[in-house]
């Protein structure tokens, strides 16, 4: 397997079980771009688990979707940023003046704008009163994002190309929601392969339960590889 080729890799380390914990940032650390903390871990370990991934990442992504008044957010973020994350998730539902003040908070660290959970479709938006199409949506909170100051934005699949064209390199695109061909998508509403995901322009795979869950998670990690390497190939 040619670790090089997972690079654009975050793995999400979803669980409630220390020993699991410990045992995921072992096995996908050394392997993969970046181990992910989110909200489940960094809720029952609190600093701890930033402490044992960071351990093992090459980079470590803490997933927090902060949402408050700019100052909350702001004395967040300057709470977590010596903890040594090097990206930290924000909603971009919070407007210029709190994703401003997060960048400012941020230091050497990189902030990512969260745009549309991936669980949210257009009838799930009609239902919250934000209708119309939800690319349009996501675009335009990507756009506000980068003049913020964020490094990047946090998007489904689908997405992506309407995003890449519109919000060119070095503006980060993160992309959760992957799972392999013929997968359940679980609570994921907008979900695509890893290949797709690629083709259409994403910088970073986000992939919990496809890897973590895996019966066998060297298996799967080499097929993720393999993906990948193809849509490499395919494109040079």
């Known amino acids: ?16 079980d220390w020993a699991e914990f410990q045992r995921w ?10 181990l992910k903390v989110g909200l489940e871990c960094f809720c029952r370990f609190g600093p701890p688990a930033v402490e044992e991934a960071r351990r093992h990442a090459r980079r470590l992504f803490l997933d927090l979707k902060l949402h408050d008044i700019p100052t909350t957010v702001a004395r967040a ?6 903890l040594g994350a090097d990206l930290v998730t924000v909603h971009a539902a919070g ?15 990189k902030i990512l704008a969260v745009t549309l959970l991936t669980h949210l479709d ?12 939800g690319a349009v949506r996501v675009c335009a909170w990507a756009r506000v994002a980068r003049n913020a100051g964020c490094a990047g934005a946090v998007c489904s699949p689908l997405e992506l190309e309407m995003l890449r064209r519109a919000l060119p390199a070095p ?16 609570d994921q509403r907008r979900s695509a392969t890893a290949a797709d995901a690629l083709a259409g322009g994403s910088d970073m795979l986000v992939i919990g339960r496809p890897l973590t869950r ?22 040079s």
């Open 1 to 16: 397997m040619r670790e090089d080729n997972l690079n654009r890799v975050a793995v999400a380390l979803d669980t409630s």
């Open 25 to 34: 940032c072992e096995l996908f650390g050394p392997r993969v771009g970046t």
């Open 77 to 82: 973020i300057s709470a977590v940023r010596d």
């Open 95 to 109: 407007g210029v003046a709190m994703l401003s003040a997060a960048v400012d908070a941020a230091g050497a660290g």
């Open 122 to 133: 257009e009838s799930e938006l009609a239902i919250l009163d934000l209708d119309g199409p």
């Open 171 to 186: 503006f980060l695109l993160v992309t959760p929601g992957i799972r392999p061909r013929g997968s359940q998508d679980d």
């Open 214 to 235: 895996a019966a066998d998670p060297e298996k799967a990690l080499a097929q993720l590889e393999l993906e990948m390497a193809r849509v490499d190939s395919a494109s």
